[in-house]
């Protein structure tokens, strides 16, 4: 695999993940076979006769998002293909073409300037350099590097996010002869807030009611009781063994912070509710963690779940 190093001795996931080399360092080293962790079983591969060759890639029409035709398109092609091409979505090609060419700048790079973007060594959150989804989790490495960047406000942008990568990468109107952010998000850490439940005696003591009190199995009176929760239990054995863990449960809804006078605007709050608490006391505003706040002008319907990466990549972090 290496030309300066046995095969027997050489770790290519300490190479790669912890080193921060990637796959494009992996590239670079002459192998001349693809290394076993990246391979798939055979049992888990497409199967020829099951692949699809008489129909093209699906191409869908976003010219009006707020066309409910769009989101069954997007969602069908999802199932079906994995995958889709997307035309009229009103972004113009020399933005396309220059992140691109930002993303190409990155990671052409040398490793120990890349590195400092690692999850795990770059702790702002907003600029994330990984290779595969979980390479810690995942039986099978991906044969892929990636850089997540995430919009909070444009000095946060302006301070974390890679030199060579702020050119384009986020919606400017420059009409006015300022750059004007389109939309922003508000962004409350949730990490800490979990950290004091259990920084408390009292606190984390009941933390662990869910798990140690004993209830009547005919009487729902906590989520716990629920066919849902019963349901991950089976699928989380291992998480769901350990009472210190935290369930939680997520709700948005809309409201208009300007009531009937003004403009017709609603923004959404995303609230966390810990689940692990007697159910008198994870409905009380002091423990109901308001993570972020969508803005508006309109609900963001099938797009809410751009505003929730930056949450799901935090709590990846478990």
């Given at each position: 695999?290496?030309?300066?190093?046995?095969?027997?001795?050489?770790?290519?996931?300490?190479?790669?993940?912890?080193?921060?080399?990637?796959?494009?360092?992996?590239?670079?080293?002459?192998?001349?076979?693809?290394?076993?962790?990246?391979?798939?079983?055979?049992?888990?591969r497409l199967e020829s006769l099951k692949l699809v060759t008489d129909e093209s890639i699906p191409t869908i029409n976003v010219c009006n998002w707020e066309d409910q035709t769009i989101c069954d398109a997007i969602c069908n092609a999802s199932k079906k293909y994995g995958f889709f091409q997307i035309i009229n979505h009103g972004i113009p090609m020399e933005v396309l073409e220059e992140i691109q060419a930002a993303a190409h700048h990155f990671f052409q790079l040398p490793t120990e300037e890349k590195v400092k973007y690692k999850a795990d060594v770059f702790k702002s959150g907003t600029a994330k350099l990984e290779?595969?989804?979980?390479?810690?989790?995942?039986?099978?490495?991906?044969?892929?590097?990636?850089?997540?960047?995430?919009?909070?406000?444009?000095e946060t942008a302006s301070a974390s996010w890679p030199p060579v990568c702020k050119v384009e990468c986020y919606k400017i109107r420059r009409s006015s002869g300022k750059h004007s952010v389109q939309k922003v998000f508000i962004y409350f850490p949730v990490t800490p807030r979990l950290q004091r439940l259990y920084a408390s005696?009292?606190?984390?003591?009941?933390?662990?009611?869910?798990?140690?009190?004993?209830?009547?199995?005919?009487?729902?009176?906590?989520?716990?009781?629920?066919?849902?929760?019963?349901?991950?239990?089976?699928?989380?054995p291992d998480f769901a063994a350990e009472p210190w863990n935290v369930w939680l449960g997520l709700c948005t809804d809309g409201f208009s912070p300007f009531g009937r006078i003004g403009k017709q605007y609603s923004c959404w709050p995303v609230i966390l509710t810990p689940?692990?608490?007697?159910?008198?006391?994870?409905?009380?505003?002091?423990?109901?963690?308001?993570?972020?706040?969508?803005?508006?002008?309109?609900?963001?319907?099938?797009?809410?779940?751009?505003?929730?990466?930056?949450?799901?990549?935090e709590l990846k972090e478990f």
């Open positions: 695999m290496h030309n300066n190093m046995p095969t027997d001795t050489f770790d290519v996931v300490d190479f790669v993940v912890n080193k921060g080399h990637g796959v494009s360092g992996l590239a670079k080293m002459g192998l001349k076979s693809v290394p076993d962790q990246y391979i798939q079983p055979v049992e888990e290779t595969s989804f979980s390479p810690s989790k995942e039986k099978i490495l991906e044969w892929k590097d990636y850089l997540s960047m995430h919009y909070v406000d444009h005696k009292s606190t984390a003591e009941v933390m662990r009611w869910h798990a140690e009190n004993p209830r009547i199995s005919s009487i729902m009176a906590h989520p716990y009781d629920g066919e849902a929760w019963k349901h991950l239990d089976v699928l989380l689940y692990n608490l007697l159910p008198w006391l994870y409905m009380k505003r002091h423990f109901m963690l308001l993570t972020l706040i969508i803005p508006g002008p309109k609900s963001p319907k099938g797009n809410v779940d751009v505003f929730l990466q930056l949450l799901i990549e």
